[in-house]
C-alpha cells in the first residue's frame, strides 16, 4: 500500500481482513471499537503477523527456532531466573507428564537451544540484560541459569583466584534511577543519551535535598539504673544507633514485608537460619535427637514447605555435625552455671544461667564469627572475671575459604582489668542511650582488625581503608542502614571520633584474644 510506512503494514492488514470479513459474511451493521481493538491485536500477537523480518537497522522479536540469523550485535532482554528458561505447564489430564519417555518435548531445553543459537549469532557484541536487583528491597535477584552458567564457562579460562574478577569485568550494575549522576560522569562507566534527565541530575546535584539531622543534641538523661543482661549490651554496642531508635524511642524502621513473596523460598532465611544454626549446635552437642526441633520449626512456618525444608534443615543438621566433629572434647564435662551479676556506673549487667564446659564457657559459631557473637563472648567474658572466677574463654569459628573448610579457635585469658574495662562499656552504654555514638556492626570491627594487622603502611591510614570499604560497600553499604542514616543522617563520613570509639571498644577484644587453627578439611 502506497503511502503507508512499513511498521504500520500489520495494522493496515488486519484491518483488511476486518473489512473482508464483513463483506464475506453480508454483515453490514456497526460495532464497538472493543472487537475491533481484539481482532487487530490478536493479528498483530500471531507469529506471521509482521512482515519483512530484519528489514531495518534494528529489530524486535521474540527468541523462536530457526531464527539465529548472524547479526552484529544481539541484545538480550528480561533474562531473569523466573522468565527464561520457560516451564512446561502440565495439566491433571496430560498423559505424556504422567509417564515422560524419549523425545517428548521440553520447553525448558528448547529454551537453552534458543540461548545458544542466539548467543553463537553474535558477531561483535553479545548485550544481556536481567533485573538484578529488587526495586522495593534492594535484594539480589539471580539471572537465568543459562546466563550463570554462561558467566562461570568465560570466569573458567582464568585461574581460581581470577574468576571473581572476570565475573565483575563483565557485569556493570545499573542505577535505581534514570536521573542518577552516575549516568552523566565520565569516570562512573555509564551512560545515557536523554537530555531530560541529564537536566534532572544536575537539579539533583545543585539543589540537593539534604533533611535536617535528627538529633540536634543529646535527649534529656533517662534517669534511673539501667538492668542489662550481657547479650543485651552485646546487642547495644554491635549498632548503637538501632538500640538508641528502638529502645529508647520506640522507633522500628524494619521492612515488613506483609504482601507474599513472588517466588516460594527453597532456602531458610539468613536470621532463621542464624537461629536454628544455634539451637542445632545445643542439641547435638549434648548428643539430642535433632527431630523434635524440625517439628517445632515445621509447625511454626520457619522451614520452605516439602521436602525443600526436609533438604535445608538437613544441611544445616549437617554443617553443625562436621563442625562439632573437627573440635573434640570441647563440650565435655558440662555443668550447669546459675549466672552472675555485675554493676559498673550505675549499669547492672547479668549473665543468665548457661553451661560450662569443663569449668569454662564455650562460644561456637559453626558458620563464621560475627560481630555481635565476639561482643557477646568478650562481654561475658568480663563479666565473669569481674565476678571473681579466674577462667579463660575458648571460641571456636569455623572459617570456609577456596572450598577448604576450618575450624579456629580464640582464647580469651584472665582479665585482671575486667571491671575498669567494663565501666567504659557501661559509660558508652548510657552515652548511647541519650545521643548518637559512632560504633557501627561491621565497620568499626574491620578498621581495628586492619590497624592491628602487620604490614609496613602506617596503622590509621590501613585501618580508616578498610572501614571504608565497610562502611561505603557498593553491595551492602552500611551508610544505608536505616538506623544509621537516621541517626547521622547522608552526609556523615567516618571521622577522628569514630577511631577513638571503635579503638576503644573492639581494641582490648583483640589485644586480649589469641588463636589457632584448630582443624581443617
Given at each position: 500500500v502506497e503511502g503507508v510506512p512499513g511498521a504500520m503494514m500489520p495494522v493496515t492488514d488486519a484491518v483488511s481482513l476486518l473489512r473482508q470479513a464483513g463483506i464475506s459474511s453480508g454483515f453490514s451493521d456497526s460495532v464497538g471499537i472493543a472487537p475491533v481493538k481484539e481482532?487487530?491485536?490478536?493479528?498483530?500477537?500471531?507469529?506471521?503477523?509482521?512482515?519483512?523480518?530484519?528489514?531495518?537497522?534494528?529489530?524486535?522479536?521474540?527468541?523462536?527456532p530457526m531464527r539465529s540469523i548472524p547479526c552484529r550485535v544481539i541484545c538480550l532482554l528480561g533474562m531473569d531466573a523466573?522468565?527464561?528458561?520457560?516451564?512446561?505447564?502440565?495439566?491433571?489430564?496430560?498423559?505424556?507428564?504422567?509417564?515422560?519417555?524419549?523425545?517428548?518435548?521440553?520447553?525448558?531445553?528448547?529454551?537453552?537451544?534458543?540461548?545458544l543459537e542466539t548467543i553463537i549469532s553474535a558477531r561483535d557484541r553479545l548485550y544481556i540484560s536481567y533485573t538484578g536487583q529488587n526495586i522495593i528491597n534492594n535484594t539480589t535477584n539471580d539471572p537465568s541459569p543459562v546466563v550463570s552458567e554462561l558467566l562461570d564457562y568465560i570466569a573458567s579460562?582464568?585461574?581460581?583466584?581470577?574468576?571473581?574478577?572476570?565475573?565483575?569485568?563483565?557485569?556493570?550494575?545499573?542505577?535505581?534511577?534514570?536521573?542518577?549522576?552516575?549516568?552523566?560522569?565520565?569516570?562512573?562507566?555509564?551512560?545515557?543519551?536523554?537530555?531530560?534527565?541529564?537536566?534532572?541530575?544536575?537539579?539533583?546535584?545543585?539543589?540537593?535535598?539534604?533533611?535536617?539531622?535528627?538529633?540536634?543534641?543529646?535527649?534529656?538523661?533517662?534517669?534511673?539504673?539501667?538492668?542489662?543482661?550481657?547479650?543485651?549490651?552485646?546487642?547495644?554496642?554491635?549498632?548503637?544507633?538501632?538500640?538508641?531508635?528502638v529502645s529508647r524511642l520506640g522507633i522500628s524502621l524494619e521492612i515488613k514485608e506483609t504482601a507474599p513473596l513472588d517466588d516460594e523460598p527453597f532456602e531458610i532465611d539468613r536470621r532463621t537460619g542464624y537461629s536454628l544454626n544455634g539451637e542445632l549446635l545445643q542439641v547435638m552437642a549434648g548428643?539430642?535427637?535433632?527431630?523434635?526441633?524440625?517439628?517445632?520449626?515445621?509447625?511454626?512456618g520457619m522451614l520452605p514447605h516439602g521436602a525443600a525444608g526436609r533438604a535445608a534443615f538437613d544441611k544445616s543438621a549437617g554443617g553443625v555435625k562436621r563442625f562439632i566433629e573437627m573440635i573434640p572434647g570441647a563440650f565435655a564435662r558440662p555443668e550447669n552455671f546459675a549466672g552472675?551479676?555485675?554493676?559498673?556506673?550505675?549499669?547492672?549487667?547479668?549473665?543468665?544461667?548457661?553451661?560450662?564446659?569443663?569449668?569454662?564457657?564455650?562460644?561456637?559459631?559453626?558458620?563464621?564469627?560475627?560481630?555481635?557473637?565476639?561482643?557477646?563472648?568478650?562481654?561475658?567474658?568480663?563479666v565473669l572475671c569481674a565476678c571473681g572466677k579466674k577462667i579463660r574463654t575458648r571460641i571456636f569459628y569455623g572459617e570456609e575459604s577456596r572450598g577448604n573448610y576450618s575450624v579456629k579457635q580464640a582464647v580469651f585469658d584472665y582479665a585482671a582489668d575486667a571491671q575498669s574495662l567494663l565501666e567504659k562499656l557501661a559509660d558508652l552504654y548510657v552515652e548511647g542511650m541519650n545521643g548518637p555514638v559512632e560504633l557501627f556492626p561491621e565497620s568499626s570491627r574491620a578498621f581495628?582488625?586492619?590497624?592491628?594487622?602487620?604490614?609496613?603502611?602506617?596503622?590509621?591510614?590501613?585501618?580508616?581503608?578498610?572501614?571504608?570499604?565497610?562502611?561505603?560497600?557498593?553491595?551492602?553499604?552500611?551508610?544505608?542502614?536505616?538506623?544509621?542514616?537516621?541517626?547521622?543522617?547522608?552526609?556523615?563520613?567516618?571521622?577522628?571520633?569514630?577511631?577513638?570509639?571503635?579503638?576503644?571498644?573492639?581494641?582490648?577484644?583483640?589485644?586480649?584474644?589469641?588463636?589457632?587453627?584448630?582443624?581443617?578439611?
Open positions: 481482532f487487530i491485536e490478536s493479528r498483530m500477537a500471531s507469529p506471521g503477523s509482521v512482515r519483512d523480518f530484519i528489514s531495518g537497522a534494528v529489530t524486535f522479536c521474540e527468541m523462536l523466573k522468565s527464561f528458561p520457560g516451564r512446561s505447564a502440565s495439566r491433571g489430564f496430560d498423559l505424556m507428564a504422567a509417564k515422560p519417555a524419549r523425545g517428548d518435548r521440553s520447553v525448558r531445553d528448547e529454551g537453552r537451544y534458543l540461548f579460562f582464568g585461574s581460581a583466584a581470577e574468576a571473581d574478577e572476570i565475573r565483575s569485568a563483565m557485569i556493570t550494575l545499573q542505577k535505581l534511577n534514570r536521573y542518577s549522576s552516575g549516568y552523566f560522569l565520565p569516570e562512573s562507566g555509564l551512560y545515557s543519551f536523554s537530555p531530560v534527565n541529564m537536566k534532572e541530575a544536575e537539579a539533583a546535584i545543585k539543589n540537593p535535598s539534604a533533611s535536617p539531622l535528627f538529633f540536634s543534641g543529646p535527649l534529656p538523661a533517662a534517669g534511673g539504673e539501667y538492668r542489662l543482661t550481657t547479650a543485651d549490651l552485646a546487642w547495644f554496642m554491635r549498632s548503637p544507633a538501632r538500640a538508641l531508635c548428643g539430642g535427637d535433632t527431630q523434635p526441633l524440625f517439628d517445632k520449626m515445621k509447625a511454626a552472675c551479676e555485675v554493676t559498673c556506673r550505675g549499669v547492672h549487667l547479668r549473665i543468665k544461667p548457661c553451661t560450662l564446659y569443663d569449668g569454662e564457657p564455650v562460644f561456637a559459631a559453626p558458620f563464621g564469627l560475627r560481630s555481635l557473637d565476639l561482643l557477646r563472648s568478650w562481654i561475658e567474658h568480663l581495628v582488625e586492619a590497624f592491628n594487622s602487620p604490614g609496613k603502611d602506617e596503622p590509621l591510614a590501613k585501618g580508616m581503608k578498610a572501614a571504608r570499604e565497610r562502611f561505603y560497600n557498593f553491595r551492602y553499604p552500611e551508610n544505608a542502614d536505616p538506623y544509621i542514616l537516621k541517626v547521622f543522617g547522608s552526609g556523615y563520613s567516618p571521622g577522628r571520633k569514630f577511631r577513638d570509639t571503635a579503638l576503644a571498644v573492639y581494641g582490648p577484644v583483640y589485644e586480649n584474644m589469641a588463636g589457632e587453627v584448630q582443624g581443617d578439611e
